[in-house]
Nanobody, 126 residues
Framework: QVQLVESGGGLVQPGGSLRLSCAAS????????MGWYRRAPGKQRELVAT???????????KYVDSVKGRFTISEDNAADTVYLQMNNLKPEDTAVYYC????????????????WGRGTQVTVSS
């Protein structure tokens, strides 16, 4: 079974930056969707960003409106690693961030993902 491990979370002041990483324990499908989701305190899991790949080539990215222009998702297919660069962080970004993966290259729904990491905490506070 593929294992996903997130890292890079922590405590940061508003306006600061963090870079999250998600590393796979083994080679992931060449056709796939990788995603970042988050769960804020008392709320349901929410899409942050996804990146679609065919033949190990990235071709599409999607972001929730609240992070557009601030967050950037990227993937190093050779390293089976996906990243989330988070800039100009806001208190409302505080959440546990989860990495997810599926062999479906056009996945769009939370339920489509086959593999999930255990999460990394991001706290934005003065």
């Amino acid at each position: 079974q593929v294992q996903l491990v997130e890292s890079g979370g922590g405590l940061v002041q508003p306006g600061g930056s963090l870079r999250l990483s998600c590393a796979a324990s083994q080679r992931i499908f060449s056709d796939k969707t990788m995603g970042w989701y988050r769960r804020a305190p008392g709320k349901q899991r929410e899409l942050v960003a996804t990146i679609n790949s065919r033949g190990n080539l990235n071709y599409a990215e999607k972001y929730v409106d609240s992070v557009k222009g601030r967050f950037t998702i990227s993937e190093d297919n050779a390293a089976d690693t996906v990243y989330l660069q988070m800039n100009n962080l806001k208190p409302e970004d505080t959440a546990v961030y989860y990495c997810a993966a599926t062999k479906d290259p056009v996945a769009t729904e939370v339920g489509d993902y086959e593999h999930w990491g255990r999460g990394t905490q991001v706290t934005v506070s003065s």
